[in-house]
């Protein structure tokens, strides 16, 4: 299981879902810059698509390893978030490597300072295609997403010609709780994710709840251990989140202290901005599966 | 590692490198940095360094693979006029992981050596009709094949793509992530199918323009699978006009199965190759018609059983490989291979590395060791096998049963296969031929007479003439 071998014939799948509702225009600490967590989301988006891209580039061109949904949430609507740029997805809400690459979209550069060995403090610059543009409206509607979600999924599972690849994987970021539904239907259409599959393993849902600078408690692939009994929405996280597989944990063990023991479960809860990288890195390990 | 926490690095290279401060990163028309990935994880990143180019390579997994590190190594050690060099830098550049913790990581610094691909540089010489350089191009890369074998060089990657014509002209190996030399009684067979099909299409190129335009637009000079489609016709010419190499090339190629053995006499050959130039041999030669698309019956006459288990050979594991064995214990056939499949009707697929072929129960290749995936159908005695994202059909011995290609294919049941073109679904035949139109959403196996598809959004079953038969 998670072990599907990823080529353009048995190809693997990324849905984004973005809470891009009012609050996300919060302002936060992300890589040394003061930026909105709408900024920094999108760009830590941005930075898995630039790395799926690149890990999918071949000497011959770019091959179509992976299909890739991103959708936005708030102001109560559920929205394709390159739609705009390129005039539709390619195929039922999905759009393959090869295309996004070609698309013409925003650049932009970001600076961060880093610490080298030395002791010498270092600014860099680094150049960062926008396929998502960051957005922050209204309230949300974080059940209309996880059903859109859901309804992708199982378009992809049930094709028969995704029947063996590695399963899709669903990441769900947000900074708040969903104002379309309560826990219980959210908890429900979180299960009919997990259910869906493909033969080589289950829909994993990873949902990451960011926070701003200076929050307390913050939980990354908890373990059964780490289950945030008292916090309500950070249970409630827990329990619509993927236990993570077993190829997971030694990537998980690394960003983990000595004596928690898996399963991890996908999800994040009170991170700061940019533990998302971490959670991005590790949820999309799969990319190492390609042939 | 992360291409993105690299690409932070050799932008800003000031005080990250311990040897390399000054690179720069190439980039393409589009503006964007020239990186590439290979199956095993290596980043190769286009540079310049003090004005010349290379290439950045990040070897992907060398804390887990200590024998890989040992082997990039030994090859930077070398100075092989027929690689391009490389250096091995130990801890060289410091990265940053995705939680900013910092790290020196290992690089391997590989010369880009200017010049053209060896495909790109023929064809160049064949639109300006000048065979000149083609033919001192002929004898440099006899000399190539033979200072790799002398040198026990193994490339595993070698192509049109990976032979640069320099500017000197020189024919220079790049793409080197799998090279090695050769311990013990290893194979040095792996390169000699790249080095067969591109010394004939150098050989085609220098006698008739025409003749190789043609070839290399159908490439049927760049792969095995192209390139048997027109291998009786040159053997044809060859003993027609007496170019005895040539015919010999031809004839390995096509009969080599995937697996093409004797590097002492292939060097020869391609040496011998080198001094005959017979344009008017090949004044005839015309493009071979596309093969017929009848299916050929499954022959079960060699499997001495119907339905035994597993044909009589039980495949094992032994020291992480998989190999045959015999009834009576022993290993049926030399061969081991990283992947195997049961028999069934005298066919077994067989992988090494990631790419599959189809053996018979003497263990010889029947399609070669060079697709993405193969799916045997014993019964039907038909394989569904796919390369480069397109999927199509061949027959047990190894032939292509159409033309014509799919983005995917599904399973042969009820004698058919459902199959998706276009990103629409339909039927075809086991001998490729369209049963159901490609009208559908989505489409699933038949079972008993019955297949489920998805026509916008609603499911119905059809029946074999694509007839709904319920909604």
């Known amino acids: 299981m998670y072990s599907a071998r990823i080529t353009q014939t048995n190809p693997s799948a990324f849905i984004f879902l973005l809470d891009q509702s009012g609050s996300m225009e919060e302002p936060v600490e992300f890589l040394g810059s003061r930026t909105s967590k709408a900024e920094a989301v999108a760009l830590t988006a941005n930075m898995l698509i630039s790395e799926i891209i690149h890990r999918s580039s071949r000497e011959k061109g770019i091959r179509d390893y992976f299909h890739l949904a991103l959708l936005g949430y708030g102001n109560d609507e559920v929205y394709p978030l390159t739609a705009k740029a390129s005039g539709g997805s390619d195929v039922e809400g999905f759009m393959t490597v090869s295309r996004l690459a070609g698309l013409d979209v925003r650049r932009r550069s970001y600076t961060r300072e880093r610490r080298l060995p030395s002791g010498e403090s270092l600014l860099t610059t680094t150049e960062q295609k926008f396929w998502i543009e960051p957005r922050a409206r209204s309230n949300t509607p974080m059940y209309k997403a996880l059903t859109e979600g859901f309804a992708l999924a199982r378009r992809w599972c049930t094709k028969q010609s995704h029947a063996g690849s590695y399963p899709p994987i669903i990441f769900n970021i947000t900074d708040g709780e969903a104002s379309d539904a309560d826990d219980k239907s959210l908890l429900a259409i979180s299960e009919s994710i997990r259910a869906l599959s493909t033969s080589d393993g289950n829909v994993l849902l990873i949902n990451s709840h960011i926070s701003s600078v200076g929050t307390s408690g913050p939980v990354i692939f908890p373990c059964s251990q780490q289950c945030p009994g008292n916090a309500r929405h950070a249970r409630l996280l827990y329990d619509m989140s993927s236990p993570m597989p077993e190829s997971y944990n030694d990537h998980i063990r690394r960003i983990k202290t000595d004596g928690e023991r898996p399963p991890f479960r996908g999800m994040s809860y009170n991170c700061p901005i940019e533990s998302l990288l971490t959670i991005i890195d590790i949820g999309s390990i799969s990319i190492n599966l390609i042939q | ?471």
């Open chain 2, 1 to 471: 590692m992360s291409v993105n926490n690299i690409m932070e690095a050799v932008v800003n290279p000031s005080g990250r490198f311990r040897t390399l401060d000054g690179i720069f990163v190439l980039r393409n028309a589009a503006g964007d940095p020239i990186v590439t990935s290979t199956a095993c994880n290596s980043i190769n990143i286009d540079v310049m360094l003090n004005g010349r180019r290379y290439t950045l390579i990040f070897p992907g997994n060398l804390t887990e693979n200590s024998e890989r590190k040992m082997r990039l190594k030994t090859l930077a050690s070398l100075t092989l006029g027929s690689l391009a060099a490389s250096t091995y830098l130990e801890k060289e550049i410091y990265l940053f992981d995705m939680a900013g913790r910092g790290a020196w990581y290992d690089a391997v610094l590989q010369e880009a050596p200017e010049g053209r691909p060896i495909h790109e540089f023929a064809a160049s010489c064949v639109i300006t009709d000048n065979v000149a350089p083609l033919k001192l191009l002929q004898e440099n890369f006899a000399a190539l094949a033979v200072e790799l074998h002398e040198a026990r060089i193994l490339h595993h990657n070698i192509n049109q793509e990976s032979i640069i014509v320099t500017n000197d002209m020189r024919s220079v190996l790049v793409g080197n992530h799998r090279v090695h030399i050769a311990e013990g009684d290893e194979s040095t067979d792996v390169d000699n199918i790249g080095l067969a099909l591109t010394g004939v299409m150098i050989y085609l190129a220098t006698c008739r323009s025409d003749i190789f335009t043609a070839l290399h637009t159908h490439c049927a000079l760049c792969t095995l699978v192209g390139f048997r489609s027109v291998a009786p016709t040159l053997v044809e010419i060859a003993k027609r006009h007496d170019i005895a190499p040539l015919g010999e090339l031809a004839t390995l190629l096509f009969e080599c199965r995937g697996v093409l053995k004797g590097r002492v006499r292939l060097n020869e050959l391609l040496g011998q190759l080198a001094h005959i130039f017979k344009p008017e041999a090949l004044a005839h030669f015309t493009l071979p018609a596309p093969e017929a698309t009848a299916p050929v019956k499954a022959v079960n006459a060699d499997c001495g059983h119907k339905y035994p288990v597993s044909d009589m050979l039980r495949c094992v594991m032994r020291g992480g490989k998989w190999l045959y064995l015999a009834l009576g214990g022993y290993q049926a056939f030399d061969g081991e291979f990283d992947y195997a499949e049961d028999f069934s009707e005298g066919r077994a697929v067989v992988g090494l590395g990631n790419e599959f072929g189809l053996i018979d129960r003497e263990g010889n290749i029947v399609m070669p060791i060079a697709f993405e995936e193969i799916r045997w159908f014993g019964v039907e005695g038909v394989a569904v096998a796919s390369q480069d994202g397109k999927s199509t059909l061949y027959n047990r011995l190894g032939k292509r049963l159409t033309v014509k290609e799919w983005n995917w294919l599904g399973d042969l049941e009820d004698g058919m296969i459902a199959a998706e073109l276009d990103g629409r679904f339909g039927y075809i035949t086991p001998a490729g031929e369209e049963a159901v139109p490609f009208c559908f959403d989505n489409a699933y196996d038949f079972r008993h007479g019955r297949a489920i598809v998805v026509l916008t959004g609603k499911e119905l079953v059809i029946d074999h003439c694509g007839e709904i038969v319920h909604t």
